[in-house]
C-alpha cells in the first residue's frame, strides 16, 4: 500500500462522492483538487462552476486561482459573478457546494468572519465571500476542513454560512431552499448528518486513525454510528494524478 498524506485522502475521499454530470460550485484548494480528480475519474461529465463566471470549466491542468485563464478555455461559457449568483445559484442548478472555514460547529455552521468577539476580535478573517449563498442555497453542501478543537469548538464564534443552525434545524424557518450540509471530510474521518437532532455523526474513520485520536481532536462528545466504515485508502490511480497531473509542485499538497 502506497503511503499518502491527510490531504491526499482528504482529496480522494472527496472526489469519490461526487457523480458524473453533477453541477459543482468549486472553490481554490481541496475541493478544486478532488473536483478535478474526479472529473479524471468516474465523472467525466461534472459541470464546474467558478465564482468568476467560469461555467462548465474544463481545466487542462490545476487551475491556481478562480480567475486563473485555463478555467477560460474551452469552457461552456464565461459570465458575470452577479450572473453565476443570480442565476446558476439561486436558481437552484447547483448540485454540490464545497465549504472550509477557520470554525465548524456540530451542526454544520461555517465561521469565517471573525475569532473571538465580532466587535473587538481577535483575528479578523476575510468573511463569507459567496460561501453564505452557497451554504443556502446549493442542494448540498460538503465541508471539507482539517480536524483539530480550534476548528471544530463547541460553539463557533460567527456563523457566516448556515448549516441546520441548531438541532431544530431552522432552515425550514428561514425558508432555505438547500439541503444543508451532507458531509464533513477531514484528515481523521467523515461525518454525516444522518441523525434526527441534525448534529455530525462519525461515519467513517480513515485507517491508522483511532476513536481516541478523534475524540482527542474535536470539542463537544461526538455520536458514531454503529455500522462505522474504515475508509479504503487512496489507491495507486488516484495518487498518480494528484501528484502527477494536478499538482506535481505541492502547491496545495504541501
Known amino acids: ?104 460547529d456540530r451542526f454544520g455552521n461555517i465561521n469565517s468572519t471573525v475569532i473571538g468577539d465580532y466587535s473587538k476580535p481577535k483575528v479578523r478573517l476575510p468573511g463569507s ?9 446549493a442542494k448540498k453542501i460538503i465541508i471539507i476542513a482539517k480536524q483539530n478543537k480550534r476548528t471544530f469548538p463547541r460553539k463557533i464564534d460567527f456563523v457566516t454560512s448556515p448549516g441546520f443552525i441548531d ?35 462519525l461515519r467513517e474513520i480513515y485507517p491508522g486513525v483511532s476513536i481516541e485520536d478523534i475524540k482527542a481532536n474535536i470539542s463537544w462528545e461526538i455520536k458514531i454510528k454503529f455500522d462505522l466504515i474504515r475508509t479504503t485508502s487512496p489507491t495507486k490511480k488516484e495518487l498518480g494524478i494528484i501528484r502527477e497531473e494536478l499538482d506535481p509542485d505541492k502547491i496545495y499538497l504541501k
Do not use: W
Not at 483538487?33 to 472529473?39: D, P, Q, T
Not at 460561501?131 to 443556502?136: G, L
Not at 439541503?179 to 437532532?197: E, M, Q
Open 129 to 137: 465571500g459567496g460561501a453564505c449563498e452557497i451554504a443556502i442555497h
Open 167 to 201: 438541532q431544530d434545524n431552522q432552515r425550514i424557518k428561514y425558508n432555505m431552499p438547500g439541503r444543508g450540509p451532507v458531509l464533513v471530510i477531514t484528515d481523521l474521518g467523515v461525518y454525516d448528518f444522518s441523525n434526527l437532532a441534525h448534529e455530525m455523526i
Open 1 to 104: 500500500m502506497d503511503s499518502y498524506s491527510p490531504s491526499e485522502i482528504m482529496v480522494a475521499r472527496a472526489a469519490r462522492e461526487l457523480r458524473n454530470k453533477e453541477v459543482v460550485f468549486v472553490g481554490i484548494g481541496l475541493p478544486n483538487l478532488a473536483c478535478n480528480l474526479a472529473r479524471r475519474l468516474q465523472a467525466p461529465d461534472l459541470a464546474l462552476i467558478y465564482e468568476s463566471g467560469a461555467v462548465g470549466a474544463v481545466p487542462s491542468r490545476l487551475p491556481l486561482s478562480i480567475g486563473d485563464p485555463c478555467l477560460v478555455t474551452d469552457s461552456i461559457s464565461v459570465c458575470s459573478m452577479v450572473e453565476v449568483f443570480n442565476y446558476y445559484l439561486q436558481g437552484g442548478l447547483i448540485d454540490v457546494g464545497f465549504l472550509g472555514g477557520a470554525q465548524v
